[in-house]
T-cell receptor
Framework: ETGVTQSPTHLIKTRGQQVTLRCSSQ?????VSWYQQALGQGPQFIFQ???????GRGNFPPRFSGLQFPNYSSELNVNALELDDSALYLC??????????????FGPGTRLTVL | AQSVTQPDIHITVSEGASLELRCNYS??????LFWYVQSPGQGLQLLLK??????LVQGIKGFEAEFKRSQSSFNLRKPSVHWSDAAEYFC??????????FGAGTILRVKS
């Protein structure tokens, strides 16, 4: 059984650019959640996808968007990057039915630096 | 909004000593509670979870946590700390809808 994987590991972008981060769920999991972890803080919930539909969103602007694919892999897209978007982006997968509460398993994260 | 408070930002313990990391939560219904650990530059590893039942929960690496509803607490304990336990520890409450709310974290340093 493979765990949650994320790519790339590190990424450097400049202000105003766009970025796409990728996540492959743990085998058999149909729910993906994305979190942003700024330096020295706990992770903050961005949004969740269940069976290719957004299933909840945190307090993040619309320039943060996502996709989930039929194989349950996922992308996080951020447009018009700002300096404050520099953070570790974590993906977590779970075996859920959208509204249920199931354990989330995290990937290693993507470190995004915006210059 | 739900919240999690970890009052200790840093804790230093000697190797072999016991450890207790404090956590208080605010949640209206029966909480689903977790402890995750994060090594520097790494993702989050699940240590243990509480959904219901026995209030003393056993986890991996010799950790345990006790749920106390009357105190809204979910403290993490380990009887004997190893140098490899040095990391950041997060107490987490799950809201309905599978959203995780994290505490600010406690950084554990282990001195030899």
């Amino acid at each position: 059984e493979t765990g949650v994987t994320q790519s790339p590991t590190h990424l450097i972008k400049t202000r105003g650019q766009q970025v796409t981060l990728r996540c492959s769920s743990q085998s058999g999991h149909n729910t993906v959640s994305w979190y942003q972890q700024a330096l020295g803080q706990g992770p903050q919930f961005i949004f969740q996808y269940y069976r290719e539909e957004e299933n909840g969103r945190g307090n993040f602007p619309p320039r943060f968007s996502g996709l989930q694919f039929p194989n349950y892999s996922s992308e996080l897209n951020v447009n018009a990057l700002e300096l404050d978007d520099s953070a570790l982006y974590l993906c977590a997968s779970s075996l859920g039915r959208g509204g249920t509460r199931d354990t989330q398993y995290f990937g290693p994260g993507t470190r995004l630096t915006v210059l | 909004a739900q919240s999690v408070t970890q009052p200790d930002i840093h804790i230093t313990v000697s190797e072999g000593a016991s450890l207790e990391l404090r956590c208080n939560y605010s949640y209206g219904a029966t909480p689903y509670l977790f402890w995750y650990v994060q090594s520097p530059g790494q993702g989050l590893q699940l240590l243990l979870k509480y959904f219901s039942g026995d209030t003393l929960v056993q986890g991996i690496k010799g950790f345990e946590a006790e749920f106390k509803r009357s105190q809204s607490s979910f403290n993490l304990r380990k009887p004997s700390v190893h140098w490899s336990d040095a990391a950041e520890y997060f107490c987490v409450v799950m809201e309905y809808g599978n959203k995780l709310v994290f505490g600010a974290g406690t950084i554990l340093r282990v001195k030899s």
